[in-house]
């Protein structure tokens, strides 16, 4: 088709509605539309609902990009970002934006999304004091967050709980104050709110209810925040989410009918037929919308008429869960229920359970569930349905699998839903788009039907959900998740690219990359370290360590810090030290000036702000006092930490505190797919904390017990029990065989329990405990590999290699 | 006139990596591509000033060793979606020889 011919299609407002809607229109027709988006934001993209998880960490930008800048090129869309239109000129069909660009359309469609409600409080311009609404506002909350402190969160709704979660997640303390007796009020009832209030402050966040907000002081930059009653808040930052706004008022200066939003009717046209808006900017039928579920409906409906279909949106029904790891809080529909109506409530609050069912008539018109929300579902279903339920009325509150009488497997009970059930909320996705998928799209996995549906893509909530129904479908290997790629640079998964280094018999990085199609010159910072691990694994005392390939820790053997000095941690072996080494830390101290010494979590001593230069003379020293790097920046062996044992303690069952120094001998100077750490414990009472280490023991009576795959870290987890053994010698050959199977099977970056989750306890077991040759195999390549890597890089350095690394260039003149 | 000054020669930078020397705007970091190309930025990341001549090199692009913030060393753009500039100082290679300007006033000119 002719380029020029094509109707032109503009969109203002690169954001989840829009996008949504170009998507269905592609999917409709793909080239039907000229389509021109723009976006005031400077990104491709995102989904914002997971801007939540995002603050909390526990998701990257990357994880949340719904279509990257390649989907635009690839779909012939002209985006433009960073530059937000400012008018519309609706006689003449053209929108132009702040940067003075004027482009003209056939249909346009306004989806600028809604704006946070800015309380007119006195400071509420101040430094610090922000809203939560997009990518932005994260970095700002982060940055906030890395001086510690404490925040202010204004406004007990959802999104202000998000915020307090994620904040409080980054280590800032946090009060969120809210005008009402009861948070997230518009969702849940006393008793459930009171719970999720329970919940919260045992995360550390504080409240102030029934709380108003006076005034925020500070010069330039927030320093408290005071409420009504007087109370001083200390703040370092405020966060406003006390509600969000219809963004309208491009489409008012206009002259579009705009009341709270823009008013659209049931074909999603404004008062203009050239134009259409779709999101929280528009007021339908007098609502105006914060979740995205509506969303979903009001794009079908667009996309359909804009191929010449007639279509209608006639309003939806809302239901929040909470994204708070950890907390399992649903709500659905009417929850007061007022005149003419029952409530159905189960309560459990020392176990922190609670359900409460709205009944009017026979009819189920709204659901509140705390602490077990696995029935959300169905009860949205029966809600949506309006079905009668006087047959089950008595049982249903215990949720489906009694009240549908008799316990149902999952997949049975995904099975027996309608094709019009919805299962996921976030996308707007029913069983039967997701047959429809599999059996049109000849999709073969959990990922694709992800991909192509979008469903479980959103808060994830529904992702067992859609499991079952991609497993009923296709069997149970379907659901089995494909590796991703290792990074933007290939298409090979991390554990494609293993397999090829050993069976193509690759050494070198650019081997790798030719060999395996890199799509970039020199791959990136996420690869090149990956690959320097994976082949100094595959073939030690051969493989030529790339420096260049590692990150500026492991190249300068010291810890960056942010103001680009270096700390430095000497090796203590087994958390003991005796005179001369302290008197040598102690010179070392006193001679290049390191500003501040401090006792680590892991029994060592770290030396802080030391600059570059001096690095390789603070080692020269501290080598010549016996000490060698602690590894404390590496993908590596870090410390074992030991308690005292049977050597002084009254409780001690073994030397736990030798056998912590011979486990650091023998694994000294190993490189991990990430950071490793042990530790020894001379009886139960466990005082060296080895059940939340990579690798644990802890002794009894008659022997060690080994545990595996603990972490401390982000998210805590325990180990898991690997065996007893009797002697020290075991233990020692154990360690060596499960740490070599790490090396070996995890993926870079993936820590020990992470991985055990993955490949699970019994696959470990089988290949470290019961399998006698096995493991005395792993040991052995584990030893052999420390021959060429026990030796020390900070003597290696303090003779000169890599010298260029420590040393500024004076330029000749 | 524009003054090249001398700085070091080209293998004394590592394929990949870089070195730095004092400027007049702060340190200056040389970079040395795979494929030997050179090219001087101020040593300060946009973000938060990390030194960049620490980071990974890649293409013509170095990853901030702070936060991973990308920047081109062609343009000293951050590659989207991060957005920041670094200062630019011309760079060349002759005869086995890295030359740059530092001048201050010719730097943004260039
Ligand atoms: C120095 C120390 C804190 C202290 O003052 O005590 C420390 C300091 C850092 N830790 Fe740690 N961690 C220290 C013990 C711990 C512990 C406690 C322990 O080992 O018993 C933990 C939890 C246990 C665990 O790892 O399971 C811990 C969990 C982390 C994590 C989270 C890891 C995770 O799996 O979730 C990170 C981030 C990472 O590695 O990606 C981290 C990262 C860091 C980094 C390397 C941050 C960075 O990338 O720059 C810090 C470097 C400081 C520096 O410049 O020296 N540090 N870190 C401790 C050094 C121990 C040592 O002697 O080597
Ligand atoms: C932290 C957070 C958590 C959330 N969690 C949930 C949840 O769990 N469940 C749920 O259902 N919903 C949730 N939401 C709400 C959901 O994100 C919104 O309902 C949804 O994003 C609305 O989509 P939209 O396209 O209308 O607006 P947006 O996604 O905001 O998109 C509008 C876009 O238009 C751009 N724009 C505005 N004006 C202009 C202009 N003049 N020119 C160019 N571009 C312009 C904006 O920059 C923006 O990028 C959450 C929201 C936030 C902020
Ligand atoms: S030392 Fe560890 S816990 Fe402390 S600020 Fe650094 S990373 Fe966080
Ligand atoms: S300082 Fe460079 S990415 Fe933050």
Redesign the interface.
Known sequence: MDMSLRQRLVVIGNGMAGMRTVEELLKRAPGLWRITVFGAE???NYNRILLSPLLAGEKT?DDIIIND?DWYRDNNIHLVT?DPVVAIDRDRRTVTTAGGVTTGYDVLLIATGSNPIVLPLPGKDLDGVIAFRD?SDVETMT?AAAKGGHAVVIGGGLLGLEAAYGLVQKGMGVTVVHLIDRLMERQLDHAAAALLRTDLEGRGIQFRLSANTKAIHGAERVTSVELADGEMLPADLVVMTVGIRPNAELARSAGLTVERGIVVDDTMQTSDPAIFAVGECVQHRGVCYGLVAPLWDMARAIADQLVGKEAAYTGSLLATRLKVTGVDLFSAGRIDGGEGSDAITLADPSRGRYRKLVLEGDRLVGAVLYGDAADADWYLDLIKDGRDIASMRDMMVFGEAIAAGGVTSPSASAAALPDTAEICGCNGVCKGDILRAIAEQNLTSFDDVKGYTKAASGCGGCAPKVQQIVASALGASAVVPTEKPICKCTHHSHDAVRKAIVEQDLQTIPDVMQALDWR??????SC??ALNFYLLVAWPGVYQDD???????E??HAN?Q?D?TFSVVPRMWGGVTNSTELRAIADVVDRYEIPAVKVTGGQRIDLFGVKKEDLPKVWSDLNAAGMVSGHAYGKALRTVKTCVGSEWCRFGTQDSTSMGIALEQMTWGSWHPHKVKLAVSGCPRNCAEATIKDFGVVAVDSGWELHIGGNGGIHVRATDFLCKVDTDAEVLEYCAAFLQLYREQARYLERTAPWVERVGLASIKAQVVDDATGRAALAGRFRYSQRFFQIDPWAEAAKGHQA?EF??????? | MVTW????AVT??????A????GPDG?IA?FRT??DTVFAILDRCPH????LS??????QAV?C??H?W?IDLETGEAV??D?GCVRRYPAKVVEGRVLIVTVPALTEAA
């Open positions: 400077p990104r491709p930008f800048w960073g990518v940055a970039t010159p020199d791959g990136c910072a090149r370290p420096p260049q390939s590692r990150f500026i820790n190249r300068a960056i942010k680009g260029h040393r500024s260039l004076v330029p000749a003149e | 000054t001398d700085v070091c004394d930078i590592p394929q990949q990596g070195r730095t020397l004092p340190q040389v795979a494929s938060k000033g990390g030194p620490q980071g990974i090199v890649h293409g990853t060793p702070l991973n990308v989207k979606p957005q």
